[in-house]
Nanobody, 127 residues
Framework: QVQLVESGGGLVQAGGSLRLSCTAS????????MGWFRQAPGLEREFVAT????????YYADSVKGRFIISRDNDKNTVFLQMNSLKSEDTAVYYC????????????????????WGQGTLVTVSS
């Protein structure tokens, strides 16, 4: 089973950009569907974006569609989330998740019960 470490969070002004990274240990990264989720204070964890094992299929929450881009580099065991045109409502802890048993479309329907989670990275967008 892989272990996930997120990085790239921080403080940014509204309208700005950040790129999150999630690096996995282990040699089987390409066998995992990957996703990004987020949890704002006082709210439930929500789906942000998922990407299939080969990077072809990508799904986005309506709230981030057109602003965020998920990508992966299987040679570097890393999945990215490029976040553009950030809004104050994007403020949250962002979590990376991996699961070897489901598709990217199925992962988009889950916020729990995934195989592996990272520890999270905080993104704060100031207005």
């Amino acid at each position: 089973q892989v272990q996930l470490v997120e990085s790239g969070g921080g403080l940014v002004q509204a309208g700005g950009s950040l790129r999150l990274s999630c690096t996995a240990s282990g040699r089987t990264f390409s066998s995992y569907t990957m996703g990004w989720f987020r949890q704002a204070p006082g709210l439930e964890r929500e789906f942000v974006a998922t990407i299939s094992r080969n990077g072809v299929f990508r799904y986005y929450a309506d709230s981030v569609k057109g602003r965020f881009i998920i990508s992966r580099d299987n040679d570097k065991n890393t999945v990215f989330l490029q976040m553009n045109s950030l809004k104050s409502e994007d403020t949250a802890v962002y979590y990376c998740a991996a699961d070897s048993m489901i598709t990217s479309q199925a992962m988009a329907a889950r916020t729990r019960s995934l195989e592996v989670w990272g520890q999270g990275t905080l993104v704060t967008v100031s207005s």
